[in-house]
Nanobody, 123 residues
């Protein structure tokens, strides 16, 4: 089994920054594709960013491109989401996801999920 635990969420003013962390269990993290997704109240879970096993390939939603950076440290079994220039519309619960073979921006393609961390951006 894979366990994912997010941390780093909080309250920040618009224009500020936060860095989210996702700690993953198991040596298989070395080969897992990882993603960040978010969900605001009353809305569907949406893609934010993904990263492949080596960290060489990343993808971003248009809404966060240029502001967010996904990265991973396989030695620490951790994936990060650096969020800069935050906007009120970024407010959501942010989820870390993992899958052994996904190359996808769709939540349905990921098998493992964390419990989420709240990010609130005040105007």
């Amino acid at each position: 089994q894979v366990r994912l635990v997010e941390s780093g969420g909080g309250l920040v003013q618009a224009g500020g920054s936060l860095r989210l962390s996702c700690a993953a269990s198991g040596r298989t993290f070395l080969t897992y594709f990882m993603g960040w997704f978010r969900q605001a109240p009353g809305k569907e879970r949406e893609f934010v960013a993904t990263i492949n096993w080596s960290g060489s390939t990343t993808s971003y939603a248009d809404s966060v491109k240029g502001r967010f950076t996904i990265s991973r440290d396989n030695a620490k079994n951790t994936v990060y989401l650096q969020m800069n220039s935050l906007k009120p519309e970024d407010t959501a619960v942010y989820y870390c996801a993992a899958d052994p073979d996904a190359r996808s921006a769709f939540p349905r393609d990921y098998d493992y999920w964390g419990q989420g961390t709240q990010v609130t951006v005040s105007p």
